[in-house]
């Protein structure tokens, strides 16, 4: 008898016996049952969460539950571990061939004897949230888009001509409660093979959305798994999640093959532009590299690509156009027109991708022009708007995307930083990649350096650094050098290099008719000159600007809360980030980095269907605010250029914007000061 | 001035002018508006049906109407010409481009100016009936899944940055009134550049199923087709099809490539059960036969093939599963179970059709295992589910697919009738091809004939029959061949060729232990054997217990009218199908052939989107009889070998299905009697 019938045939019998109170936990929903009811069934007459997939034959474990023994004054229940049934033969193959932890039962197979609380641990409810391990970031809710549902279904009979689907869809009605499924054409064609494999007219499907089927597989199957990409100008990242859990099982990134068409956005657009028709060349390779990732990370983690059921994608405007296949042109010049700025649908073959010919994709939203799905992903990851609180979102890269808001509005601007940042059009400047200068402190005494390099953990005044091949500085690198020498006094508020101090210390050398400071002295030799630091202006200027410009929309003088993105935002320190005026005046504490914020917003749209429909209506409701017709956004520009920020725009302002009480207390232009308090930060 | 401005303006100063009473015919909806009201606004407000593709911009000529001049007393209105404004510059634009027949008007610059009775014809109606040339034929309702509709859009802003795709909804919403649209992922694709074509902001979408955009063209256009294919085990055919007007534009057939695979239908199946993956390459070639027949009939109507939108298919459940690329390996046996039952709805991609890419396909339902798509077509075309007249429709092929019923109730069968119908195992058979004998009369006296061919009007004994080459029997042919023999007393009723006769003419002559008749000496001989009189046996044996098996179970035991089906029904002469007993007794002008009405049916589904769900539900309601399985059935099919059927099975049924009268009255087994009825029927 399988379980099945053996709950079927104990629930027959219950139907005359007394009933039994049952309360579960943490949901506190109670009713009375028959006894003999299983508790699964119980759950779902109370319409308690109880997950299942194998439809109550002990064969997924997903209904685990735990007897609360003891009493329940509350419910008027002392309840021992008696009040269910013991184990039947199920749950002991179940627990000898899986495992079930002490305490543990079947919810399918263990039927109400008495009065009793049941707790239904976190991991056996559809919904569940996963904390995130990043303090402060939004906990993740798992409620796929996709679920499985086993079913056992009748076999066909010559005198009853219906046909596969329609006993497939019979059973799926009566056993999972599900309506007017339809299903996609790729599903049907093994339909018929799959309800015949041994053990035969038992199969598992995937119901995508609660309305289409789009996979099946005969017999039992647990496995359904979904990848969040990231497709970034230079980098794809992709995170393989397991669609039940939430859990990242593997994650990859490849270098974009884009960047043999150019190495930033503007001059692959600008090929796109020259070269008609080039841009389906340009879907192609990056529909490659997604396609390579894809199955990366299915051997990584050991996937069966067929097992993938669901994709998310951000990326910025230009990728996210090119990923679909549309010609980026409009996004090269004024006024920016996205083709849609919508969440988009689509089958996972039609970006030919390997991986279940039923998967489905969700793009997620472009904002505005120059805003793309990634902003989108990074509202989504940093979830401003669910927030009382004023949060300053920060994402930097060849333009910096800058939300700002609450629950109450939201705001969300590009600022054209350039590639600065990014180790680009810096003389030593290279690609955050190992060999590359990621950390920078000077000596505001002897002007010596010491520095770090990104795969090696010792600094170069410590002994692991012997044999660490520097092969140029990264954009945090360069940040920090500026920030340093400013704080040592070598660069000046108006950002020139004080060549006076050349006297003084072999490491500021002349550069042509300005001057440079000598970071690595040798092969090769790698140097700060006056360049760097204009281009580390502008760029940090435009930011700035970029950042004001929205507080000043916003009516506020000052963020509570400042949150850095993506790869720079991870590597920078805030408080040089603060010393350099990159990000408005903060609380230092108060200025975090939020990681890599866009791909985890793939991710929160991979795993919860809800996040999708939320940040489209987010989306929706964002003031867009465009820089470049804004004539306040050049004057703030013009006035952030200086190191640190002078005092005057914030005066200029006028009464609306007050002075910030902390950039008058803690930036001074005494250098002695500054050495002082930067020697006490390094010492405490 | 656009028309458009020109109507806007006169609307916005006709808001304080007094009312007219508007009258609308044939609808007889009625109503005031302002005077200076478009006749097209008119009609919206009035509810009326009246067509426009360009939204009211004189271009598209779709909103014509006419001035009823004269006393409508049933109104109270003396309508004269001047009750519309005169004809305006677009009007006569229009007039001198396009052309404007004598009283028509543009109902979209026409504006009211005092009581009208303004009348619609039927080519203005978005909503309207294609009559057929058959005789008892359903009209065909116009009304298309996928509509065109003229936008223009509003440009994009730096300072509202907006999509192209956000701000092409607004206007279809705007101007439409269409709401939450989605867009095909095909259609995004060129969007950006449709819209900035030269006239830049105006474009014409196609609107599928009033809820997804699946296709752009920059401007105004005016062009929608669509394909209705029938995919016949022996023929693929399609029809073109206008979606405005629903007029055929062009017909075209072709061999179904899948012939090298198996001659009919099971060897074909039995040939993918002995090749593990093979029905992969009978999909891939039946696809491509439809994707040439899609060139060829687009390249004979001068149809862009990216005006092609939609798509319909009929065909059995075995060409049904492997167009859709499923193996038909389970209809090759009992149970002879269909992987679906329900309509199924698909990219015209997925089919890999050359047509538009976000043209969409849809495929008629199968109704059981023998009982496919086609005869869905069928019923589509025929319509027995809208009569409250019992009709039996009978589509002969090596199956014959058998439907019986009315709006009450409708059975359907198939009969295993074998391919003697398509002239296959019979000695002289070929399929319907020129050259192949399709009418023979036989003169009881000296038992000489005369055959008819096709490919040629004359018969043998006239003129025009010279030189013309035959090459064989066709289906229709053997049957007529054979009743005709039975008529001039060559064949008994047991179906033995009488070998007394052959002293009597040498057309009778010995063939091995039996005798044959030489319908043709010569080269090729072509003969009529008792072997092909025994197969034309079997075959009618079948097709005559199939319909007295759904005539039992609907409890009738005369059928008012009959309806013969597909290719061999079209050629059959229903007189001799009722003298040989193919079909139950019925009044000889009661039998009518029904032409290809498969396709005519596909053709339906194609240009009426209610049609579908109409479809759909019938064929979930229509009572699946499976003759297999029903002892019944043999009983009759025993019973039906005779020519002419006796008597004995109707006796047989006893008091519930009385002796039809006209059997006994008009089919007797008197030699004589017979001969004189045939002579009289060629006489009149």
């Avoid at 004897?113 to 239904?120: K, M, W």
């Avoid at 192609?284 to 051997?299: D, F, P, Q, S, Y």
Wanted: charged letters at 25%.
């Amino acid at each position: 008898m399988s379980p099945r019938q053996e709950s079927e045939t104990k629930r027959g019998e219950a139907e005359a016996t007394p009933r039994a109170l049952v309360v579960f936990t943490p949901s506190g929903r109670r009713g009375r049952v028959a006894r003999g009811t299983s508790v699964l069934d119980a759950a779902r007459r109370l319409g308690v969460d109880l997950d299942s997939v194998c439809g109550g034959r002990g064969i997924c474990g997903r209904c685990q539950v735990t007897v609360s023994e003891g009493e329940h004054a509350k419910h008027g229940i002392m309840c021992t571990g008696a009040a269910l049934t013991p184990p039947t033969p199920t749950e002991e193959a179940y627990a000898a061939d899986r495992g079930l932890a002490e305490g543990r039962r079947l919810g399918c197979t263990a039927l109400v004897g008495e009065d009793v609380v049941i707790d239904v641990p976190q991991e056996s409810q559809v919904y569940r949230q996963v904390v995130r391990k990043e303090a402060d970031a939004r906990s993740i809710a798992v409620d796929p888009v996709v679920r499985l549902y086993f079913v056992e279904v009748e076999p066909p009979q010559l005198a009853s001509p219906r046909s596969d689907l329609a006993r497939l869809l019979d059973a799926l009605e009566r056993e999972w409660d599900l309506h007017e499924l339809s299903i996609d054409p790729v599903a049907l064609r093994n339909l018929q093979h799959d309800l015949r494999a041994e053990p035969a007219w038992s199969v598992t499907v995937a119901v995508h959305d609660g309305s289409t089927i789009t996979a099946i597989w005969p017999e039992f199957h647990d496995a359904a798994y979904g990848i969040a990409f990231d497709v970034g100008s230079t980098t794809v990242a992709g995170h393989l999640c397991d669609l039940h859990t939430g859990n990242v099982l593997a994650s990859a990134g490849e270098m974009n093959p884009q960047i043999r068409f150019g190495e930033d956005l503007m001059s692959r657009v600008s090929y796109v532009m020259l070269n008609a028709g080039s841009e389906k060349e340009l879907t192609r390779v990056v529909r490659g590299c997604v396609a390579k990732l894809t199955a990366e990370l299915c051997r990584e983690a050991g996937v069966e690509r067929t097992d993938v059921l669901e994709l998310t994608f951000v990326g910025n405007p230009v990728m996210h156009h090119l990923l679909l296949g549309i010609d980026p042109t409009e996004l090269g010049g004024a006024p920016f027109a996205l083709a849609l700025d919508t969440g988009l649908r689509l089958h996972a073959s039609e970006l030919g991708l390997p991986v279940n010919p039923g998967a489905r994709a969700y793009v997620l939203p472009c904002i505005a022009g120059h805003v793309g799905a990634d902003t989108a992903g990074v509202i989504l990851a940093e979830a401003p708007h669910l927030s009382d609180e004023v949060t300053l979102v920060v994402d930097v890269g060849t333009n910096a995307e800058i939300v700002l808001g609450n629950r109450e509005r939201l705001l969300a601007a590009s600022s054209p930083t350039g590639p600065a940042f990014e180790g680009a059009q810096i003389s030593s400047g290279q690609r955050a990649a190992p060999g590359a200068i990621e950390r920078v402190r000077i000596d505001p005494e002897t002007l010596e350096s010491r520095v770090r390099v990104i795969g090696c953990d010792a600094w170069s005044d410590e002994p692991g650094f012997a044999d660490v091949r520097v092969t140029g500085i990264c954009g945090s690198g360069i940040v920090e050098a500026i920030a340093e020498l400013h704080l040592a006094g070598v660069i000046a508020t108006d950002g020139t290099i004080d060549g006076s101090l050349a006297g003084r210390s072999g490491r500021i050398v002349r550069d042509g008719r300005t001057y440079a400071y000598v970071l690595q002295a040798g092969e090769p030799e790698l140097r700060v000159t006056q360049n760097d630091v204009r281009q580390i202006q502008l760029a940090k200027g435009a930011l700035h600007a970029g950042c004001m410009l929205l507080m000043e929309r916003y009516g506020i003088d000052r963020v509570p809360r400042i949150r850095l993105a993506g790869a720079f935002g991870t590597h920078i320190d805030p408080v040089h980030a603060l010393v350099l005026g990159l990000v408005p005046d903060c609380e230092p504490e108060h200025v975090t980095s939020a990681g890599n914020a866009a791909g985890t917003g793939a991710r929160i749209a991979l795993v919860d269907r809800s996040a999708r429909t939320e940040i489209e209506e987010v989306v929706r409701r964002v003031e867009k605010v465009e820089t470049a017709v804004e004539p306040r956004f050049q004057e703030h520009f013009v006035n952030a250029m200086a190191i640190p920020h002078d005092v005057d725009p914030y005066l200029r302002l006028g009464a609306q914007v007050a002075l910030p009480r902390r950039w008058t207390a803690t930036v001074t232009t005494d250098r002695a000061a500054r050495r002082r308090r930067a020697a006490e930060r390094r010492a405490s």
